[in-house]
């Protein structure tokens, strides 16, 4: 694994809890073995060799996505749907209240992340993959993208 996809990934998991974080990093991994699998010993993703720390990145942004942006984007909207209720002060959680600050806070998680993804120009469908093989096919399709223009 390349040096900026693990300060990537720690500067990521960092505020995360312990239990997501080695979710994430196993996960993580176990792609990450598999794409390099893929990449090595098979002819049609040989084409993607050169760009392996490219991939290791938006690979890293898949998981990350999957496992917290998800996530998060579904609490915000639950959120959202239950503020409109009259007299609603936010969500009790055992003893954490999820309240408009809180919201507002996972919001801009939300929004940052969006605006990388179109910083870099990443397509919404290489972040829809269930099956590691799809995902190197849909990395292929968007390096041929790039050709096309």
């Known amino acids: 694994m390349h040096q900026d996809t693990i300060d990537i990934l720690d500067q990521f998991c960092k505020p995360l809890p312990s239990d997501l974080?080695?979710?994430?990093?196993?996960?993580?991994?176990?792609?990450?073995?598999?794409?390099?699998?893929?990449?090595?010993n098979?002819?049609?993703?040989?084409?993607?060799?050169?760009?392996?720390?490219?991939?290791?990145?938006i690979l890293l942004l898949t998981v990350y996505y999957k496992r917290v942006i998800i996530c998060l984007d579904s609490a915000t909207r639950f959120y959202t749907r239950v503020s409109?209720?009259?007299d609603s002060d936010g969500i009790q959680i055992g003893k954490f209240n999820y309240d408009y600050t809180q919201n507002n806070k996972i919001l801009g998680v939300i929004i940052n992340f969006k605006r990388l993804k179109e910083m870099y120009q990443l397509p919404e469908y290489i972040f829809e993959y269930v099956e590691t093989?799809?995902?190197?096919?849909?990395?292929?399709t968007f390096k041929e993208s790039f050709s096309d223009v």
Do not use: N, P
């Open 21 to 40: 974080r080695r979710k994430i990093r196993s996960e993580f991994d176990s792609r990450l073995k598999e794409t390099k699998w893929f990449i090595s």
């Open 42 to 57: 098979t002819d049609f993703y040989a084409q993607l060799d050169s760009d392996t720390e490219v991939i290791e990145i």
């Open 84 to 86: 409109k209720i009259k």
């Open 133 to 140: 093989k799809e995902f190197i096919r849909k990395i292929v």
